[in-house]
């Protein structure tokens, strides 16, 4: 069965620069989310689209954005890297954004900031 | 808003013995309660979940756990553990009112759990 794709797996980045992640979620999916987990961290819940519209905001640095696009892939785009947004980044796709609805987890983008 | 604390960090054990993760949350709201797990460098996979009715819920690889709404808890339970089993654990809600909680899940700080031969 298809599953979430997330792109790329890694990235390497220098401070001040900018990273784009992409989420595909599963066919005929519409609800995307997006979480961040820190080494040693529990995943932190950053933002999430329910049918090309933002429907829920956490802990989302200002530095970073997102959209859901037209076919439900989803971007996270992060500017003014940190040190410390160096994390592994899951996205989760859900047929509807209600709670009953179970998140399939992607892989993840592990990004580290030098 | 939702917290979840998972009280062992680590938890060894060895191999066939039975094993239990303690997970104990917090709400404003009525939740729905998951466990997940995660192998070294893969995504979180869905082990069970608690909606509603029985508050004894069998997942998948053997694992079940049990609902204990008066003492906030959803402790996660194996009879007898495999050495594939070795890996990070988290328990997670999902609040049910509508508003913020609506559909984001809360982690607790999970709970690797190692199986020795």
């Known amino acids: 069965a298809a599953g979430v794709i997330q792109s790329p797996r890694h990235l390497i980045k220098e401070k001040r620069e900018t990273a784009t992640l992409k989420c595909y979620p599963i066919?005929?999916?519409?609800?995307v989310y997006w979480y961040q987990q820190g080494p040693g961290q529990d995943p932190q819940f950053l933002i999430s689209?329910?049918?090309?519209?933002?429907?829920d905001k956490g802990s989302i640095p200002d530095r970073f954005s997102a959209q859901q696009f037209s076919d439900y892939h989803s971007e996270l785009n992060m500017s003014s890297l940190e040190l410390g947004d160096s994390a592994l980044y899951f996205c989760?796709?859900?047929f509807g954004g209600g709670p009953k609805n179970e998140q399939f987890f992607g892989p993840g983008t592990r990004l580290t900031v030098l | 808003a939702q917290s979840v604390t998972q009280l062992d960090s680590q938890v060894p054990v060895f191999e066939e013995a039975p094993v239990e993760l303690r997970c104990n949350y917090s709400?404003?709201?009525?939740?729905?309660l998951f466990w997940y797990v995660q192998y070294p460098n893969q995504g979180l996979q869905l082990l069970l979940k608690?909606?509603?009715?029985?508050?004894l819920v069998k997942g998948i690889n053997g694992f079940e756990a049990e609902f204990n709404k008066s003492q906030t808890s959803f402790h996660l339970r194996k009879p007898s553990v495999h050495i594939s089993d070795t890996a990070e654990y988290f328990c997670?809600?999902?609040?049910?009112?509508?508003?913020?909680?609506?559909?984001?899940?809360?982690f607790g700080q999970g709970t690797i759990l190692t199986v020795h031969p």
């Open positions: 989760a796709s859900s």
């Open positions: 608690y909606l509603s009715g029985s508050t």
């Open positions: 709400s404003s709201v009525s939740v729905y």
């Open positions: 066919p005929r999916h519409d609800t």
């Open positions: 997670a809600v999902r609040g049910i009112a509508g508003g913020t909680s609506y559909g984001k899940l809360t």
């Open positions: 689209f329910y049918e090309k519209m933002q429907s």
